[in-house]
Nanobody, 124 residues
């Protein structure tokens, strides 16, 4: 099993920045990739970014590309999401997720382990 704990959410004005972090514990050696998803009220959970634990290859959704950056630190078992130029439409609960599957899939169902979520609110 893998446990995930997110931190770093909060309230920020449009154009501001936040950095989310997620610490993994448990059987972390089984993780192939870690990602961030978000869910706004009344909407489905959507992919934000993913990074491979092995080689650090990662990518972001088109909606956040150029503004968000995902990174990982294997020594600390952490994955981070640097969010710049935030917009009101980025407001959501952000979830950290981990997958043991050897694929670059961004589908929610590909990720077995989930954190409890952290709220990000961007005011206009």
């Amino acid at each position: 099993q893998v446990q995930l704990v997110e931190s770093g959410g909060g309230l920020v004005q449009t154009g501001g920045s936040l950095r989310l972090s997620c610490v993994a514990s448990g059987r972390t050696v089984s993780i192939f990739k870690m990602g961030w998803f978000r869910q706004a009220p009344g909407k489905e959970r959507e992919f934000v970014a993913v990074v491979r634990r092995t080689d650090g290859y990662g990518y972001c959704a088109d909606s956040v590309k150029g503004r968000f950056t995902i990174s990982r630190d294997n020594a600390k078992n952490t994955v981070s999401l640097q969010m710049n130029s935030l917009k009101p439409e980025d407001t959501a609960v952000y979830y950290c997720a981990a997958s043991t599957r050897y694929s670059d899939s961004r589908e929610v169902g590909d990720f077995r382990f989930w954190g409890q979520g952290t709220q990000v609110t961007v005011s206009s």
